[in-house]
């Protein structure tokens, strides 16, 4: 089966610091793969996707960056960190199953900048 | 580009009653999903209910019901005999072109 790892599960960091939020895919090849932003009390924010290694495609300016390293995983970066980046930030996966998708989030890393 | 829109920021449903939640999107997309998730105090979401926008029928799991409106891009949940497990952030969401497009969601709070 399909699993999908989200670390750390929890993360302050000061303003101006790197971060590196990880995300990683088992049970599947070349996936999909998303990382969303959620602010307090709100809907989900797409800010990257990737369709394969290497290949970004950003949603929102900011700033962030995310990589693909490998196929199975997905990682969001900053070199320095502003206090708007404070938020929770899912990673998520999907592949098409013939007609069908599958859809999964990892279980999200809270980010407070301070 | 895809839209949803929630109108409900907040409901509030008896136990044991039945409450709708409202959801109506828009898409360019011929080929597209919609679901239901749910999002508990832990902030995992959880899939709540899922219909593909070539199906007429409407989905249905257990308590849980859709009512697709697709040439009124409407997407309603029906959460029937609610329960205290129930409460929750509950967001309707739409999938097309590889992405996910989330409403801003409704807050359910269920009365004992």
């Known amino acids: 089966s399909q699993t999908i790892h989200q670390w750390p599960a929890t993360l302050v960091q000061p303003v101006g610091s790197p971060l590196s939020l990880e995300c990683t895919v088992e049970g599947t090849s070349n996936p999909n793969l998303y990382w969303y932003r959620q602010a307090a009390g709100r809907g989900l924010q797409l800010l990257f996707y990737s369709v394969g290694i290497g290949q970004i495609s950003s949603e929102v300016p900011q700033n962030l960056s995310a990589s693909r390293p490998q196929d199975r995983q997905f990682i969001l970066s900053s070199k320095k960190l502003l206090l708007s980046d404070s938020g929770f930030y899912l990673c998520a996966w999907s592949v098409r199953l013939g007609t069908d998708y599958g859809y999964t989030f990892g279980s999200g890393t809270r980010l407070t900048v301070v | 580009a895809q839209t949803v829109t929630q109108s409900q920021p907040e409901m509030s449903v008896q136990e044991a009653e039945t409450v709708t939640l409202s959801c109506t999107y828009d898409?360019?997309?011929?080929?597209?999903?919609l679901f239901w998730y749910k999002q508990p105090p832990s902030r995992q979401m959880i899939l709540v209910i899922r219909q593909e926008a070539y199906k007429q029928q409407n989905a249905t799991e257990n308590r849980f019901s859709v009512n697709f409106q697709k040439a009124a891009k409407s997407f309603s949940l029906k959460i029937s005999d609610s329960q205290l497990g129930d409460a929750a952030m509950y967001f309707c969401v739409n999938f097309g072109n590889e992405k996910l497009t989330f409403g801003t969601g409704t807050r359910l709070t269920i009365i004992p």
């Open positions: 898409t360019s997309e011929s080929d597209y999903y």
